[in-house]
């Protein structure tokens, strides 16, 4: 269904109405040569009416075909966010977590994040106040029927806080660029998609996330936090998993 913008038709009436009243004065400037002022206002009249009703005619054309070209090509961008969503949402560690020392109530801890092949995007070291870890993931969820249930989002790790420092004092996981380079890392691995495509598609994620009004227009159902959390133990390793079913986990690996 084409999705008709009330601001364009105006602009297109209003483009319509100018074309035709210059069109009409030159009809009436180089072609009629008036007698009486009776002819003149018919003449003038009935030219105007033809004219607005052919440009008119003429202009909504072009535009229904611009509408319909836009919305094929809309169509097609969804079915390359199916793809970028569904390699994005597939069953994979998203983190890792040490605890590598403990001490007067702090606790220093690697973590480790993790690209859609299993590589280490960025590791970095924290010294964190408190007895347990918070680590929140950014989660996006889809709108779009075409999405298949368990391959609707995609979650990003955000911040790491504890039970002594609240998420407002929360440390960053990941920079603006690196939010970007995260979601666009590894292209080349993407099934179905070129890499150029997948940047494309990054970006369109990236203003998702930082822009609401765009989020919802473009069919993300909701954006929210999902905060992991566990007591530390010296010498633990805790793995956050992103599961088929959309949801995310943190998994005690030893101790």
Do not use: W
Request: proline share 2%; net charge positive; charged share 20%.
């Amino acid at each position: 269904m084409l999705n008709i913008d009330t601001k364009l038709v105006i602009l297109i009436l209003s483009i319509t109405t100018g074309l035709s009243i210059i069109y009409t004065s030159l009809q009436y400037i180089f072609k009629f040569y008036p007698e009486r002022k009776t002819s003149r206002f018919f003449f003038i009249l009935f030219t105007f009416i033809k004219t607005i009703i052919a440009i008119f005619i003429i202009v909504i054309a072009i535009y229904f075909i611009y509408s319909f070209y836009n919305t094929i090509n809309q169509y097609l961008n969804l079915l390359e966010l199916k793809k970028y969503v569904k390699n994005l949402s597939r069953e994979r560690v998203l983190a890792k977590i040490t605890i590598t020392d403990i001490r007067d109530n702090i606790f220093k801890c690697d973590v480790e994040l993790y690209t859609l092949t299993g590589k280490i995007f960025k590791k970095s070291s924290f010294e964190i106040s408190g007895k347990e870890f918070y680590m929140d993931f950014v989660v996006l969820n889809f709108d779009y029927a075409f999405i298949e249930k368990g391959a609707n989002n995609i979650a990003y790790p955000s911040v790491i806080f504890s039970d002594e420092i609240s998420y407002d004092n929360a440390t960053p996981l990941l920079n603006n660029m690196e939010i970007k380079e995260y979601l666009n890392t590894n292209s080349e691995n993407f099934i179905g998609l070129t890499p150029k495509k997948v940047e494309s598609l990054a970006e369109f994620i990236y203003k998702s996330i930082k822009e609401n009004n765009f989020a919802r227009i473009n069919g993300v159902r909701s954006i929210i936090g999902s905060a992991l959390h566990h007591k530390v133990f010296l010498g633990a390793v805790y793995k956050v998993y992103l599961q088929n079913t959309g949801g995310i986990i943190l998994v005690e690996e030893n101790f």
